[in-house]
């Protein structure tokens, strides 16, 4: 239905009028051992999940909201790379079918003029060894006007029609980042990480910047310089130690 032109990604798709959230969808059928590549979109979601156990907006018919299953055979310190690895497909396809160049704000926040249009939710289910299953949950606000969304979202928030000034076509929207997940997950288990690294850092908004670091043990100030092969933020504080930065929220300081 969605003319995939992949080898494996989309081939089982699982499409939902209305649900819960497709991250707890996608996690039941990994559960059931359906096949790599599985996928699972929704026209909604009643309780649409973000980072840090927070609520994400999903209103019907105006986005894109959808969840991978991939089943590599990794460690689970892998598993925060497939966040950046989806973040370079969605920027690219983005700048495919638009006039609008989004930025990656690491971990997982695409930005657009500094509002957020996708967060990308990366879980796994995992052995302390080996990753059974890896789960990509994708949102992306993409026909919304202003006015959709809830006033506390309006200051940090935006769409891809906002933005753009047109509607956009989302099965051709995920037809185009499907295709790019599969080529950079190819790449990925044929080169490793390192390709992949250069071109994430090449849309990356924080790499040079003073930013702020908020994590759950504490705040952490300084420039990031860059991200480790394992796709862990690098900052540099005014002492010139370097920390390795696992999960935070970034404030970059103007
Ligand atoms: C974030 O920025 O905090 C991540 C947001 C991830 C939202 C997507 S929408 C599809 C999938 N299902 C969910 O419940 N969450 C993810």
């Given at each position: 239905r969605l003319g995939l032109n992949t080898k494996f990604l989309g081939h089982s798709i699982h499409y939902l009028d209305s649900t819960d959230s497709t991250q707890k969808v996608a996690h039941k059928l990994s559960q059931e051992g359906?096949?790599?590549g599985t996928i699972v979109i929704a026209e909604e979601q009643k309780n649409g999940r973000g980072r840090l156990t927070r609520h994400w907006y999903s209103p019907k018919y105006t986005g894109v909201w959808m969840s991978i299953v991939l089943r590599p055979n990794l460690s689970p310190q892998k598993a925060p790379q497939f966040t950046l690895i989806a973040a370079i497909a969605v920027v690219q396809a983005i700048e495919e079918l638009t006039n609008v160049l989004p930025e990656i704000k690491w971990p997982n926040d695409i930005l657009i003029n500094g509002k957020k249009v996708t967060g990308i939710l990366t879980e796994l289910q995992a052995d302390v060894d080996k990753i059974d299953s890896i789960i990509i949950g994708i949102g992306i606000n993409v026909n919304q006007q202003l006015s959709d969304f809830p006033d506390e979202l309006q200051s940090i928030a935006t769409s891809l029609a906002i933005e753009s000034g047109r509607k956009i076509t989302r099965a051709k929207l995920i037809q185009c980042i499907l295709m790019k997940i599969e080529k950079y997950y190819h790449v990925y288990l044929e080169k490793g990480f390192a390709p992949l690294k250069i071109l994430w850092e090449s849309y990356?908004?924080?790499?040079?910047k003073e930013i702020i670091a908020r994590t759950v043990t504490g705040e952490i100030a300084g420039r990031a310089i860059g991200i480790t092969n394992e796709g862990i933020l690098k900052i540099e504080d005014d002492a010139g130690i370097i920390h390795e930065i696992y999960s935070a929220d970034i404030e970059i300081k103007k």
């Open positions: 359906c096949p790599e990356a908004i924080s790499i040079g």
